[in-house]
């Protein structure tokens, strides 16, 4: 079965980093997209960022753009997020998402706070 294991989370000041893993397994990994979605308290679950399957393409979203960067290693079938320049506004539970067969599976979550 789908199984999305997310690691790296943390306290971290402002203006600090994190570098957040998800360890995939159960599928097929490097013949999906992969993303990161986080919900912050009181807030709609967003998407954050989408690597293609071979990693050759990104995007992301407008709010975290220049700061984070989404890579994936398919021969150890992870996927990461590393979080620079980090904002008090980024504190959430930062998840790992893949879309297969019209079903989206996620991991448990990380929660990343952000505070001084």
């Known amino acids: 079965q789908v199984q999305l294991v997310e690691s790296g989370g943390g306290l971290v000041q402002p203006g600090g980093s994190l570098r957040l893993s998800c360890a995939a397994s159960g599928f097929t990994f490097s013949n999906y997209f992969m993303h990161w979605y986080r919900q912050a308290p009181g807030k709609e679950r967003e998407l954050v960022a989408t690597i293609t399957n071979v990693g050759g393409s990104t995007n992301y979203a407008d709010s975290v753009k220049g700061r984070f960067t989404i890579s994936r290693d398919n021969a150890k079938n992870t996927v990461y997020l590393q979080m620079n320049s980090l904002k008090p506004e980024d504190t959430a539970v930062y998840y790992c998402?893949?879309?297969?067969?019209?079903?989206?599976?996620w991991g448990q979550g990380t929660q990343v706070t952000v505070s001084s």
């Open positions: 998402n893949v879309v297969r067969r019209a079903t989206y599976y």
